[in-house]
């Protein structure tokens, strides 16, 4: 560009690319680590882990000792955190009002979801690769110092029940975040909800048979189970509360933010 | 260039924006000069689509903002430099733009330096920054993709008398290498110092426009008198035109001599008649900003 000048050659748009997915995956990511929030939650997610395993290798009998043990119990502690980062990621853009940047430098909202989406995965998938790992240190160290069974047997089922319930829970949480878009409101109902939808199932008689069908909770109970061996129905059964507990809300929220206004201050 | 046509955007029943049309060019600061509640920050949002218009439409560099490609390279975007993450560092925050534009690092560096945030400073959490220095820090992150364009809405408010100087020479030199600069405020001696055109905007519509020396000085004869409604009323006999200000002027699109000889038919005292020079611009806005009656308007 020449000083002075009066009429600039029009801009030539055809030298500049689309901001990647890639790019903008890695931002979304970088984004849930560089706030003191978000390192904190990591740290718990860590921590939690850790103490989980620790808790189990004094509490238990040494004959359960074993890795598909020590890797179950990790399950509860990381299925409270990893949602509530999945919630941020998302009613932080309006909490903090970042959304007003980051819907500027990519005005196609849908490839910040698409991104926003895939970093919560990853970041579900390693927090199932930290605790699979701890279990196994664990394990090692229950058969060394608490003469532990230490059993080695997971198998593909086990993993893959595991890494199921985190993603599930990651994901519903970035699904409650957009279709609340508020991080307080978000949370309890998050965790309200499966609360008190138990609790009616368990009071109205005539519900408890529905209840696998339309309790995510209760559909979820055989991803839990030793056996790992979920029948034609209860694949079923866990596929429909995924679509009315994930999905109905991934695809509302997602729908809310598309055509959510950004307000400055 | 910015192109907006018609822009209009409605809540309910009411117009927050109605049909606002203004162009800014190449090689000028233009200054979107309105009272609080005008809709300057709603046509700003519209503008880069964060705010989906009612009608109307608008366009940057040519094509609408949405279809630019990595727009933050082209087009500089502040709306509400608070709008930051607490919890994030300064230097946080541009380097998660330039990842984002694909910029180098060292963009971070040289931005920080313009606007002068030194490293600790940098480091320091945005929670912690003053308006000041976030407005410094929104200014950086504007300027990070190196645009042609810059979109700032209020981005002197916090600054300090010899900030607003600096930011004057930095618009006016991102201009004179061609750039396009549009900013807004509600302050009219703010945007004095800065912009070199205006557009003026009062409850949603476009009010006047146009250079800031033509403004100024394009506004008539300015006269007072002890009764202003009879020297009204002499006035409309002399077909003279003119418009009743805030401060119990009258401001009349004519000479002293001819508004001198209309009172002297009347019998009626002036008690003051000058040429109003800013004083039509200045009117005009603090009757907006009076009708508005958010504050108190000094008389």
């Known amino acids: 560009m020449s000083a002075l000048t009066a009429s600039p050659a029009p801009i030539d748009f055809s030298q500049t690319s689309q901001v990647k997915m890639s790019r903008l995956f890695r931002v979304e990511l970088r984004k849930v680590t560089d706030t003191r929030a978000g390192l904190w939650l990591l740290v718990a997610i860590v921590g939690l882990t850790l103490l989980a395993d620790v808790i189990f290798l004094f509490a238990a009998k040494s004959s359960e000792l074993t890795y598909e043990n020590f890797a179950a119990v990790t399950a509860t502690p990381q299925g409270f955190i990893l949602p509530i980062l999945g919630i941020l990621l998302v009613t932080s853009e309006w909490s903090q009002r970042t959304g007003l940047v980051t819907f500027t430098l990519e005005p196609s909202r849908?490839?910040?979801v698409i991104a926003k989406f895939l970093a919560v995965v990853a970041i579900g998938l390693a927090a199932v690769a930290i605790a699979l790992a701890l279990g196994a240190l664990f394990n090692v160290i229950g058969a060394g110092v608490a003469g532990g069974a230490g059993d080695w047997d997971l198998g593909f089922a086990g993993?893959?029940?595991?890494?199921?319930?985190?993603?599930?829970?990651?994901i519903q949480g970035l699904a409650f975040g957009m279709l609340f878009m508020n991080s307080a409101v978000a949370i309890v109902l998050f965790f309200v909800i499966p609360t008190a939808w138990s609790i009616l199932f368990g009071l109205v008689g005539f519900l408890e048979d529905a209840a696998p069908w339309l309790d995510l909770g209760t559909a979820q109970q055989p991803l839990f189970d030793a056996s790992h061996?979920?029948?034609?129905?209860?694949?079923s059964q866990l596929l429909v509360t995924s679509l009315i507990w994930i999905v109905a809300p991934l695809v509302a929220g997602v729908i809310r933010l598309l055509r959510a206004e950004l307000k400055s201050a | 260039m910015i192109e907006?046509?018609?822009?209009?955007?409605?809540?309910?029943?009411?117009?927050?924006v109605d049909g606002v049309t203004f162009r800014v060019e190449p090689g000028t600061v233009t200054g979107f000069l309105g009272p609080n509640g005008a809709g300057k920050s709603t046509t700003m949002r519209m503008m880069v689509g964060l705010t989906p218009p009612t009608a109307g439409g608008s366009t940057i560099l040519g094509v609408p903002y949405s279809k630019i490609p990595n727009p933050g390279t082209h087009v500089g975007v502040l709306l509400d430099a608070s709008a930051q993450h607490a919890g994030?560092?300064?230097?946080?925050?541009?380097?998660?733009?330039?990842?984002?534009?694909?910029?180098?690092?060292?963009?971070?560096?040289?931005?920080?330096?313009?606007?002068?945030?030194?490293?600790?400073?940098?480091?320091?959490?945005?929670g912690n920054y003053s308006l000041g220095m976030r407005q410094r820090l929104g200014i950086a992150h504007a300027l990070l993709g190196d645009p042609q364009v810059l979109v700032l809405d209020e981005p002197a408010n916090g600054l300090d008398p010899a900030g607003i100087r600096w930011m004057r020479g930095l618009l006016r030199g991102f201009a004179e290498r061609g750039g396009t600069v549009l900013l807004s405020s509600h302050l009219l001696h703010e945007i004095e110092m800065i912009a070199d055109e205006l557009v003026v905007i009062g409850r949603g519509k476009i009010v006047a426009q146009g250079s800031k020396d033509e403004l100024v000085s394009a506004s008539g004869t300015l006269v007072r008198s002890i009764d202003l409604e009879t020297l009204a009323v002499a006035l409309k006999q002399a077909e003279l035109s003119f418009t009743r200000t805030a401060t119990n002027s009258l401001i009349v699109q004519s000479t002293g001599e001819q508004i001198g000889r209309a009172a002297a038919g009347a019998g009626v005292v002036l008690t003051e008649l000058r040429p109003a020079e800013g004083a039509g611009l200045e009117e005009m806005f603090l009757q907006l900003t009076a009708d508005d009656a958010r504050d108190e308007v000094p008389s």
């Not at chain 1, 893959?160 to 990651?170: C, M, S, W």
């Not at chain 2, 018609?6 to 927050?16: F, I, Q, S």
Request: proline share 0%; glycine share 10%; no cysteine.
């Open chain 1, 110 to 112: 849908g490839r910040v």
């Open chain 1, 159 to 170: 993993a893959r029940d595991f890494t199921l319930l985190q993603l599930i829970g990651i």
């Open chain 1, 229 to 235: 061996s979920l029948s034609a129905t209860e694949w």
């Open chain 2, 4 to 16: 907006v046509d018609g822009l209009t955007k409605a809540y309910g029943k009411h117009l927050a």
């Open chain 2, 88 to 126: 994030r560092s300064g230097r946080e925050v541009l380097h998660l733009g330039a990842m984002l534009m694909s910029l180098e690092e060292r963009r971070v560096d040289e931005m920080l330096e313009l606007v002068g945030l030194s490293d600790v400073e940098a480091k320091r959490r945005v």
